[in-house]
């Protein structure tokens, strides 16, 4: 099976009415929202259905479904979005540089 390969929409271009909704969307181990830790890699809306590409920080992690039923409402609640998919991805893989650097320090001790 051929796998598209997923490259994260870079940071200075996640604006917009979808990406602070997802933003609002806030990992509960972390407390962080979703965007800030680099775990949405994009977001495109068609035809009224809105197609989130993520990670998770780990494949075990006990919020994922939390997260996904998150994504969900909030991105429902934005004008124009009938139906929300969430497609779970695992490359490229998560890790703490993917954080947004202005908190990046504060979760991880790191620069």
């Known amino acids: ?3 598209k390969k997923v490259i994260p929409v870079p940071r200075e271009k996640q604006t ?3 990406w602070k909704a997802l933003n609002t969307v806030i990992d509960p181990e972390l407390d962080v929202g979703i965007v800030d830790l680099g775990l949405v890699y994009d977001v495109s809306v068609k035809k009224g259905i809105a197609t989130v590409t993520m990670t998770l920080t780990s494949m075990g992690c006990p919020a994922g479904p939390e997260i996904m039923r998150s994504i969900e409402a909030e ?3 934005c004008s124009g979005i009938k139906d929300v998919k969430v497609n ?3 490359e ?6 993917r954080v947004h650097e ?3 320090d504060l ?3 790191m620069e």
């Open 1 to 3: 099976m051929d796998e």
């Open 102 to 104: 202005a908190i990046r």
């Open 75 to 77: 991105l429902g609640q």
């Open 107 to 109: 979760l991880f001790g």
């Open 92 to 97: 490229p893989i998560w890790g703490p540089d």
């Open 16 to 18: 917009g009415e979808y």
């Open 88 to 90: 779970l991805v695992w």
